[in-house]
């Protein structure tokens, strides 16, 4: 199963970042792709061990709803996410904070893999992979932002 792992320094404290990354409407207002949307479950809002959110999206060409479940929660360092209803075979998402003198590093940890068997493999490996992580790395940098600037 592919995993993505993307660091990023953030110069706020853990209990900012934090919650940053765990607010749906934040979240929201990241998006590259302005047709994803929260439309069931929790939609705005800071999520808890236990929260669902359903998600309609499109990615790739290809329109999809995702139905993710926050199935681990330590507050503030760790939460994750895992898709319990959707077009991926597995997908979950840890999201991992730790303290450094003023600083926070925050690590995303995405493990994924699409249906299909062989063909699911290469699309995950040549394609999939690499346009999750970009998805990634922009939206930490809009977390990274707004952290550093309230």
Known sequence: MPCIEVKTEIDADIEKCFDLARDVTFYQSTLKNPTEM?????????????????????????????????????????????????????YKHQHIFKELQNKTLMIDRFYFESPYGVIGKLYDTFILKKHIKNLLVFRNAALKEKAEAL
Do not use: C, N
Request: proline share 2%.
């Open 38 to 90: 929260a439309i069931g479950g929790k939609v705005s809002g800071l999520v808890q061990k236990g929260d669902f959110t359903l998600w309609e999206t499109r990615h790739l060409y290809i329109h999809q709803h995702l139905t993710l479940k926050v199935t681990e929660f330590e507050s503030p360092v760790l939460f994750v996410d895992e898709m319990i209803e959707g077009s991926f075979k597995s």
